[in-house]
T-cell receptor, first 114, second 110 residues
């Protein structure tokens, strides 16, 4: 079945450590997105990518980095510069950015600080 | 940028009751999606509805873009309907930023 796979489901980070969250899609979508969700809140955009080797900052990009070397993969690195990384992270994809296509989401990764 | 407001913030229903969830936005929209986030955090697409009305089983959604609102109607609610319902929109520009409301938390009691 086509879909979006995020791994791991749960991740723990030590102080000063970088961690990478994986997001893979087999929907042949051009656009991919990373969102952060804090308890009781809506989702906020971290980064998005319209095409391979291209990405743009969202509203809360500080302390995060991404890469888009393959169409199907969009990993997110939470760096040590992100002082409050504990949150639920959701990856999404859509056919394109330009035509406001609906976004589809993975099951998320819960990140906590040790 | 566009603001998305949802109401009510919390809703408790008895199983079998009907309910309407509201989504109001501050500017014109090009896309309106409704999602259900279940207790495990999974965000499920319910409707992609820039305008008009769509129905899927016990759920229906209506968007009136000229009046800047959308509503989600749940009929004959079931305990499995519990969770958080989000509406989200891109707004009027093609930036790729899907702006979410704060959500309506629904609890359906048996």
């Amino acid at each position: 079945d086509g879909g979006i796979t995020q791994s791991p489901k749960y991740l723990f980070r030590k102080e000063g450590q970088n961690v990478t969250l994986s997001c893979e899609q087999n929907l042949n979508h051009d656009a991919m997105y990373w969102y952060r969700q804090d308890p009781g809140q809506g989702l906020r955009l971290i980064y998005y990518s319209q095409i391979v080797n291209d990405f743009q900052k969202g509203d809360i990009a500080e302390g995060y980095s991404v890469s888009r070397e393959k169409k199907e993969s969009f990993p997110l690195t939470v760096t040590s510069a992100q002082k409050n990384p504990t949150a639920f992270y959701l990856c999404a994809s859509s056919k394109s950015v330009q035509y406001n296509q609906p976004q589809h989401f993975g099951d998320g990764t819960r990140l906590s600080i040790l | 940028g566009i603001q998305v407001e949802q109401s009510p913030p919390d809703l408790i229903l008895q199983e079998g009751a009907n309910s309407t969830l509201w989504c109001n936005f501050s500017d014109s929209v090009n896309n309106l999606q409704w999602f259900h986030q279940n207790p495990w955090g999974q965000l499920i697409n319910l409707f992609y509805i820039p305008s008009g009305t769509k129905q899927n089983g016990r759920l229906s959604a209506t968007t009136v873009a000229t009046e800047r609102y959308s509503l989600l109607y749940i009929s004959s609610s079931q305990t499995t309907d519990s969770g958080v319902y989000f509406c989200a929109s891109y707004g009027s520009s093609n930036t790729g930023k899907l702006i979410f409301g704060q959500g309506t938390t629904l609890q359906v009691k048996p």
